[in-house]
């Protein structure tokens, strides 16, 4: 069996659709169908090189914690078996299957509900700063990737174009509601920690993630989007991390951020061309962490 042909961008005519950075999302009227594609991006910049066969990992991993996690937070998910689709989508097989999901209808807050349990990407550049990352004082001392005992909840805004940005929660409450944003913390920090425990007896350390979530009709709040995917999430391997240990194997899209800082891209548009080894090498890392996380 050969593998499906990378997938940039879907086409299924006659559906209102909204594109996202990695995602295609169709409005069926009574639900959503998702379309994870191949595209990737990083610095909110998506770039012009498919990574083979991601969008099918990303649908796979997050139908899994979509899964484990319904008991602990509502979400989304109804089905990702082509069968149990509408019968005018079958006629889109070869762009869907697999790599597609139905999902009930919510109105998405306007934030990025990120959790943190290390000291790494844009916390670390705010810590070396001034000490502080989203309005929350930390000690003096840390070192790049040291834990932080507890997790720590830091949202971003969510930007239509251009850079998130991180925001106290303060702030956060002022965008979507203080109800709102205490419930989404409440699940972010109960969502982070049922999966770092988990991982960790898979080999991996979760150092962060981000999740979404949305309103639906009936006023509840549920997970949306994606669920702790390389996409979304820091994964390292567990024996490879040392506080303020670059070397430590990362199995998500660190080694694109890595690849285009190293080549001096500005993080604006337009994304520079991924080579073809730096595209597999990604890959390979999505499917190392599909199979760790998912063991057992």
Sequence with gaps: MTAAAPLYRSEIPGLPVHRGKVRDVYDLGDKILIVATDRVSAFDVVFPDPVPGKGALLTQLSVWWFNRTRGLVPNHFLTADLNEYPKFLHEHRDQI??????????????????????????????????????????????RRRSSFGAPLFTPTTKAEEGHDLPI?????????????????????????????????????????????????????????????????????????????????????????????????????????????????????????????????
């Design 97 to 142: 299957e697999g790599r597609s999901m139905l999902v009930r209808k919510a109105v998405p807050l306007k934030g990025e509900f990120v959790v943190r349990g290390y000291l790494d990407g844009s916390a670390w550049k705010q810590y070396e700063f001034n000490k502080v990352v989203c309005g929350i004082e930390l000690l003096a001392g840390l």
């Design 168 to 296: 106290e929660f303060a702030e956060l409450a002022l965008i979507v509601g203080r109800e709102e944003a205490k419930k989404a913390r409440d699940y972010s920090i109960a969502l982070y920690t049922y999966a770092h425990n988990m991982l960790w007896d898979h080999g991996l350390v979760l150092s962060d993630t981000k999740f979404e979530f949305g309103i639906e009709e009936n006023g509840e709040l549920i997970l949306i989007d994606e669920a702790l995917t390389p996409d979304s999430s820091r994964f390292w391997i567990r024996e490879t991390y040392t506080p303020d240990n670059d070397r430590a194997v990362s199995l998500d899209k660190q080694f694109i951020r890595d690849y285009v800082e190293e080549i001096g891209w500005d993080k604006n548009p337009p994304a520079p061309s991924l080579p073809r080894e730096v595209l597999e090498q990604t890959a390979d890392r999505y499917r190392r962490a599909l199979d760790m996380i998912t063991r057992g």
